[in-house]
């Protein structure tokens, strides 16, 4: 079993997803009021992003404290009871946290089998809670596997870059797509879309979407909801 994930991303007409580019929004005080206030209305307490992203909200870069010889290399759950979660992915080991939450949102971090033991030891004096998802890699699916099983996670925003929503996509595990879409053209060559799949493009396009509701908000940006109904990138 695995939570229902909704990717809920903002983005110009071109798909483009770096607000700082876009100036004042009409109606507005700054672009993340309507991203959040969005994202709130689902009422689903845990959101997901990628090492990107969650470098936005930990510390500085301070030196790691030294792990016990004795270390267990086994996933740390710091707080079991936690209704909400701020889940970022880190397959090398870069983030720093001196607390456990984000908001009042409690931390956890997805890790691969690379990360030191230093780290790991960082990451349990922060009280941050750490799962174990891959060799190398993160395996999103034993990730979202292991959210569920030890948070008892249905629901979940996905929130990330456009590498990690990406890589979800291609995963096929995206069940809900809540795009708004603001009346901009942003035309930058390069600048992070909302699927940016990693690698080689794939032949075909990932999935085909079935729209749920549109609503027109205000200073003209259109909030759509689409339940993907077919997944064709393996």
Request: glycine share 10%; proline share 4%.
């Amino acid at each position: 079993m695995r939570p229902y994930v909704i990717c809920h991303m903002c983005t110009t007409v071109d798909g483009k997803i770096l607000g700082h580019r876009w100036g004042k929004l009409p109606g507005y005080k700054h672009e993340s009021e309507l991203f959040e206030t969005t994202a709130a209305s689902y009422g689903i307490g845990a959101w997901l992003v990628g090492t990107t992203t969650m470098d936005e909200f930990d510390g500085r870069k301070t030196k790691l404290p030294r792990a016990p010889k004795n270390f267990r290399r086994l996933d740390h759950i710091a707080n079991p009871k936690a209704k909400r979660l701020a889940i970022g992915a880190d397959a090398k080991g870069v983030l720093r946290f001196q607390e456990n939450e984000v908001d009042g949102d409690h931390v956890v971090v997805l890790v691969t089998e690379r990360v030191s033991n230093d780290y790991l030891a960082h990451l349990q004096s922060a009280g941050v809670s750490y799962l174990f998802c891959g060799r190398k890699e993160i395996d999103l699916s034993t990730a979202l596997q292991k959210l569920a099983k030890y948070f008892k996670l249905q629901k979940l925003m996905l929130q990330g870059g456009g590498k990690f929503n990406g890589a979800m996509l291609k995963a096929g595990l995206i069940d809900e797509i809540s795009h708004l879409t603001v009346p901009i053209a942003d035309g930058g060559a390069g600048v992070s879309g909302f699927f940016d799949i990693p690698g080689e493009t794939p032949p075909r396009a990932a999935a085909t979407l079935r729209l749920m509701s549109h609503k027109l908000m205000p200073g003209g940006v259109i909030w759509a909801r689409y339940k993907v109904i077919a997944r064709r990138v393996s």
